[in-house]
């Protein structure tokens, strides 16, 4: 008697489709009790910082707030600041000014990445044309004559 593994007509087991964790520093997980755990700082003052701008978490269906890695890291970071003594509005315009240095950084290694490419292009067409002697132009020892149009004379 063959006895056949429930799940599948042929026996064979099923497996479950995955569950994809994969989670990277942008996808907001944490609610705000976590985020306030994990930075050390009130709740009230993690929906004052939303309302400054300082940090924008996603938001849940219902509309609570849920914080990434990303979130968690700036809100260390205006710690950070505040504790230096920084006012708020400063600590604004330093996590702007850190971004637009970011973005320009990335800026930078997209450019860089062409130039590379671009000299690589370049060395190859070199190359090649070493191959093809014909198509590099030749000093030219011709000399050319220009003679203008004869000017007509006003006959009275």
Request: net charge positive; no cysteine; aromatic share 4%.
């Amino acid at each position: 008697m063959t006895s056949t593994r429930a799940g599948s007509p042929d026996g064979s087991r099923r497996s479950r489709p995955a569950f994809d964790v994969s989670m990277d520093a942008e996808t907001p997980v944490y609610v705000i009790s976590v985020a306030a755990e994990l930075t050390g700082l009130h709740p009230q003052t993690l929906r004052t910082y939303d309302r400054l701008g300082l940090v924008t978490p996603g938001r849940s269906g219902g509309g609570g707030r849920r914080y990434s890695l990303r979130d968690i890291e700036t809100l260390r970071h205006v710690t950070e600041l505040t504790a230096a003594g920084i006012g708020l509005e400063g600590v604004r315009r330093i996590l702007e000014l850190e971004s637009v240095v970011e973005a320009l950084g990335t800026r930078v290694q997209e450019l860089e990445g062409a130039l590379d490419d671009a000299r690589l292009m370049f060395e190859r067409a070199a190359e090649q044309a070493a191959y093809l002697p014909e198509l590099l132009p030749r000093p030219s020892q011709a000399v050319v004559v220009w003679k203008g149009r004869a000017r007509r004379r006003r006959q009275p």
